[in-house]
């Protein structure tokens, strides 16, 4: 019941928290109420429902009849993992509800993912989205040229065109450049034609996310089923608390969302389903690209349907990009965005300071780190002739993960493996939200420790590697020491798509007892 309780709560804090913060921007007759007041109003509401829940009678009794058996009479059975449980459920339910007041009040910086840095607080990516659906509404020819966005001129601001933007309240987070290929600029022009207000959009695409995060999680879990889905179902309260999850949804990065449209393709695939499963990992790639891996691993196990349907949709958004943004866009991506995303040039800022490139996990980052700590030799030839090495081994890893057996444990781990292994081929990627995919993996792996102490060690270890720690005094002790997360990937990644051979216990269609 108090697991219950907790999902249940945590859910209305976004959605309430949210929308009296939106309706109160788009509307002056809303009433304005402070975020801490409707986080405890309605976790009051929750609590009132707890007694005839207790009688199995209202909205928790029956969140609580899908949970499993196994949790009842919990604490009198296994006291301190059920303690434990407990705990990390409410560490949940305040993280993301001081989050919601954040995301909700952009003054409130006690909600940010973390206050002590200012990067933690005003740092955005969503912004780049919004403001360059405006410039391609205002008719810009170019929308992913240097002289936009104040990335590339933090040592020479004059030289950027002067910021000019109609949207409310966007201009203070104009900084990150827009690298996505034109049909994403559908999402945001919506978002520009239905309101005109910034921090509506940032609220908005907020409790959206987290509110598909969870049910794309649970439907995991449900399918994977019996022990395992329940273990990672417990653990979706440690992924919500994480540093690469709290940012992921406070910067608005479309990064997980992609991770969610690929999965749930796969998933859609894998029961037959193939004109959803083909919407749903076709936006995935006109969007980010990189799950466009799941086409060679498609391939080679001879799924030809859902790879026709994929590249149907695929072509069917393109054509309505072109209708709507215009050929533009397509003309700037390819002829002079894409040339500069191969050599690295498109993401130069992340060099300009050894923070920036510390937290950019990317393969292409490495020969970087290891000159900045002392290592002879390294340069941009060596970093671009060690991405395509990397892009030869994935090939590889994919060609050999997709020769398994069919079981759906297995596709899904190798899934998220390959994600997360993916996410490290772009230039640029960072750590505070690109470990989102190798976290997920580790809450379906959790339950190989089966209680052994040493399993459970390198788990938390590999968990701690992934999240984001904070910077240290020292600079160069920094790049090493978030080295650890880029290691702790890749190694996770590999390992699960090349050497992994659990799962195979449960059959394709395991039980949904979570």
Not at 338 to 354: H, I, Q
Not at 406 to 422: M, P, Q
Not at 467 to 479: D, G, H, M, R
Not at 495 to 513: D, H, I, K, P, Q
């Amino acid at each position: 019941m108090l697991l219950a309780a907790a999902l249940l709560n945590g859910l209305l804090v976004v959605i309430t928290v949210c929308s009296v913060s939106i309706l109160s921007r788009i509307s002056p007759i809303c009433f304005v109420a402070s975020p801490l007041l409707v986080v405890a109003i309605t976790t009051i509401f929750v609590l009132i429902l707890i007694p005839s829940a207790l009688r199995s009678h209202g909205p928790l009794a029956i969140i609580a009849r899908y949970l499993p058996q196994s949790f009842d009479s919990g604490f009198k059975r296994r006291p301190v993992l059920a303690t434990l449980v407990a705990v990390l459920a409410l560490i949940a339910l305040v993280q993301i509800a001081r989050l919601s007041c954040f995301m909700s009040n952009p003054e409130l910086r006690w909600g940010s993912a973390y206050p002590p840095v200012e990067f933690g607080v005003r740092h955005q990516c969503f912004p780049a989205y919004i403001y360059a659906a405006e410039l391609n509404r205002n008719g810009h020819p170019n929308i992913y040229s240097e002289e936009h966005y104040p990335a590339y001129h933090i040592d020479h601001p004059e030289t950027m065109r002067p910021i000019s933007t109609e949207i409310i309240n966007l201009e203070p987070h104009i900084r990150d450049a827009f690298e996505y290929p034109p049909p994403f600029l559908l999402l945001p022009r919506i978002a520009i034609a239905l309101t005109n207000d910034f921090l509506v959009m940032r609220t908005g695409w907020f409790m959206i996310q987290v509110i598909l995060f969870v049910a794309v999680a649970i439907v995991v879990a449900q399918r994977v089923g019996e022990r395992r889905g329940t273990v990672a179902g417990i653990l979706m309260a440690g992924l919500l608390s994480s540093f690469p999850f709290m940012f992921n949804f406070q910067f608005g990065q479309f990064h997980l969302a992609t991770i969610m449209l690929a999965i749930g393709g796969m998933m859609a695939f894998d029961a037959g389903r193939n004109k959803l499963g083909g919407a749903l990992l076709a936006g995935a790639i006109v969007t980010k690209i990189f799950p466009g891996i799941f086409l060679i691993y498609l391939a080679v196990r001879r799924q030809n349907r859902p790879i026709m349907w994929t590249l149907i949709f695929a072509c069917v958004y393109t054509f309505v990009a072109i209708l709507v943004v215009g050929v533009d866009p397509f003309y700037a991506f390819f002829d002079y965005h894409l040339p500069r995303v191969m050599s690295g040039e498109a993401f130069s800022f992340f060099l300009k300071t050894n923070l920036t490139l510390a937290a950019n996990t990317s393969v292409y980052s490495i020969p970087f780190k290891l000159e900045r700590l002392g290592v002879p030799g390294m340069s941009a030839e060596v970093a671009s002739w060690l991405v395509w090495l990397y892009t030869v081994l994935l090939i590889g890893a994919t060609v050999i993960a997709a020769r398994r057996p069919k079981n759906f444990v297995s596709d899904a781990c190798v899934w998220l493996g390959l994600l997360a292994l993916c996410s490290l081929r772009s230039p640029d990627a960072p750590n505070v939200y690109v470990g989102t995919s190798a976290l997920w993996l580790l809450t379906l792996l959790a339950v190989e420790t089966r209680g052994n102490w040493k399993r459970v060690l390198l788990l938390v270890i590999v968990w701690l590697c992934v999240s984001v720690q904070p910077p240290l005094p020292n600079e160069k002790a920094t790049i090493a020491l978030w080295m650890s997360g880029q290691i702790a990937i890749l190694i996770l990644g590999f390992w699960v798509v090349l050497r992994w051979r659990g799962g195979y216990e449960y059959n394709s269609t395991a039980s949904t007892s979570y």
